[in-house]
């Protein structure tokens, strides 16, 4: 079992590489994950952001990003960047349709309409 004290070391690990790597697109993901796992949402946005801009053509990105969007109750952008994932070929319908971080936009038309794009044909 890991001690409370691990993840602040892992954030400040990861900070620290970034500091002297800004661009290092792993540890920006790395970083965005801990964050939101942790509470820190904003500063999980912040890094999505950031990760969206160093790869603007990466599915999961946009995806990533519209996680932190909805935690934080921005439906519109986070449905934004939820269709441009879908436009870049996110297709991963079940972790989508049971994604928690989605759990606010679950009843918005426009994210059942994107479920039913992904849905597996059978």
């Given at each position: 079992?890991?001690k409370?004290?691990?993840?602040?070391?892992?954030?400040?690990?990861?900070e620290?590489?970034?500091?002297?790597?800004?661009?290092?697109?792993?540890?920006?993901?790395?970083?965005?994950?801990?964050?939101?796992?942790?509470?820190?949402?904003?500063?999980g946005?912040?890094?999505?952001?950031?990760?969206?801009?160093?790869?603007?053509?990466?599915?999961?990105?946009?995806?990533?990003?519209?996680?932190?969007?909805?935690?934080?109750?921005?439906?519109?952008?986070?449905?934004?960047a939820?269709?441009?994932?879908?436009?870049?070929?996110?297709?991963d319908?079940?972790?989508?349709?049971?994604?928690?971080?989605l759990?606010?936009?679950k009843?918005?038309?426009?994210?059942?309409?994107?479920?039913?794009q992904?849905?597996?044909?059978?």
């Amino acid at each position: 079992m890991s001690k409370p004290t691990d993840h602040a070391f892992e954030m400040t690990f990861f900070e620290s590489v970034l500091r002297r790597a800004p661009d290092y697109t792993e540890v920006v993901e790395i970083l965005g994950g801990l964050y939101t796992k942790h509470g820190r949402i904003a500063d999980g946005l912040r890094m999505d952001r950031k990760l969206v801009r160093l790869l603007p053509e990466n599915a999961t990105a946009h995806y990533n990003l519209a996680c932190s969007l909805a935690l934080l109750k921005r439906k519109p952008d986070a449905l934004r960047a939820l269709n441009r994932a879908v436009e870049l070929g996110y297709k991963d319908f079940d972790w989508m349709a049971q994604d928690p971080d989605l759990e606010g936009l679950k009843e918005h038309p426009e994210f059942v309409s994107l479920l039913d794009q992904l849905k597996p044909q059978s």
